[in-house]
């Protein structure tokens, strides 16, 4: 089975732009979330999808978006990037949960760098 | 915010040797994950332990939870150089969906 596939792997933006992050999830997965890792705090829960709607979110600004598709594919934007926003995103999939949590698993991420 | 702190922060350990790691956590959960991370790339999952469960065992880890005292802890026997990585652990929360709250990570260091 293929793993979680993010896309791209590097990204270099610049003050004020927005960008697009994609992620894929593992066949027959149909929960993604995302996490923000930067040094200073650790690794940040952002939103999780499931079955195209956001059933969980973070505390991060609306700047931070997302969705997630038919398909389960998901998409987070973040629009007018600043400088603290450069981080390593993580999408992670997970099976379809009912209450209780399942494993997540992660994909290798995508390195952004806001200059 | 981070549910659980982790410790130590750092690990420096000979191959052969024992690593101990261990969490702490603030809340009330469902169940807890360990995951390992070489150098800035993704988290690899390593072992889920649910809330009603004290132990569990793969290969060569062994993660023990203790629910009365909101912890945790992973065991990695006979390390090896390839076990140099950060170590974080992740809770998640019933009727948390697949929201995970992970703790401020260990980094181990297996020394040949």
């Known amino acids: 089975k293929a793993g979680v596939t993010q896309t791209p792997r590097y990204l270099i933006k610049t003050r004020g732009q927005q960008v697009t992050l994609s992620c894929s999830p593992i066949?027959?997965?149909?929960?993604v979330s995302w996490y923000q890792q930067t040094p200073g705090q650790g690794l940040q829960f952002l939103f999780e999808?499931?079955?195209?709607?956001?059933?969980n979110k973070g505390n991060f600004p609306g700047r931070f978006s997302g969705r997630q598709f038919s398909n389960s594919r998901s998409e987070m934007n973040v629009s007018t990037l600043e400088l603290g926003d450069s981080a390593l995103y993580l999408c992670a999939s997970s099976p379809d949960p009912i209450n209780s949590g399942t494993e997540a698993f992660f994909g290798q991420g995508t390195r952004l760098t806001v200059v | 915010s981070q549910q659980g702190e982790e410790d130590p922060q750092a690990l420096s350990i000979q191959e052969g040797e024992n690593a101990t790691m261990n969490c702490s956590y603030k809340t009330s959960i469902n169940n807890l994950q360990w995951y390992r991370q070489n150098s800035g790339r993704g988290l690899v999952h390593l072992i889920l332990i649910r809330s009603n469960e004290r132990e569990k065992h793969s290969g060569r880890l062994r993660v023990t939870l203790d629910t009365s005292k909101k912890s945790s802890s992973l065991l990695i026997t006979a390390s090896r150089a390839a076990d140099t990585a950060s170590y974080f652990c992740?809770?998640?929360?019933?009727?948390?969906?697949?929201?995970?709250?992970f703790g401020t990570g260990t980094q181990l260091k297996v020394e040949l």
């Open positions: 066949s027959g997965h149909r929960s």
């Open positions: 992740a809770t998640g929360l019933t009727g948390g969906g697949n929201k995970l709250t």
């Open positions: 999808y499931f079955s195209e709607t956001q059933r």
